[in-house]
């Protein structure tokens, strides 16, 4: 994995089990956040099954999933805010996306890890 010179920042120090139960959407976003706020960088999951709803991204950030961690959909609909957003070519309220963000620069999904949103 290549970090460039700053230290990923763990979503398990941020408070993420990713143990495929617990909801890890507060502790991902929170790890979005402090990254974001130090000006970017690579937000890093090691191996384990995050379950999740939304998570923001903001710019300059690189959310590197490593061998083994798979960011979970959660089936749960309130795990998803209502948005203002554009829906088969309509504007209107709909559900967050799993993995979003507007008007976003310099930002990537890397790794070697699955992004799983159980849809049917």
């Not at 990923?8 to 402090?34: C, E, K, M, W, Y």
């Not at 923001?56 to 795990?79: C, H, K, Q, T, W």
């Not at 203002?84 to 890397?110: C, F, M």
Request: glycine fraction near 14%; include cysteine.
């Amino acid at each position: 994995m290549t970090l460039g010179s700053t230290s990923p920042f763990n979503v398990r120090a941020h408070g993420a089990v990713g143990d495929g139960q617990t909801l890890d959407s507060p502790a991902i976003q929170s790890a979005i956040d402090v990254c974001a706020a130090q000006g970017g960088g690579t937000v890093y999951l090691p191996a384990g099954r995050y379950l999740t709803g939304s998570l923001f991204l903001r710019d300059n950030i690189s959310l590197y999933l490593d061998s083994g961690a798979v960011i979970l959909g959660s089936e749960n609909p309130n795990d998803y805010p209502i948005v203002h957003s554009r829906w088969e070519g309509k504007h209107q309220d709909t559900y967050a996306p799993l993995i979003a963000g507007q008007n976003l620069d310099n930002i990537s999904v890397v790794g070697r890890g699955t992004v799983d949103g159980r849809g049917a």
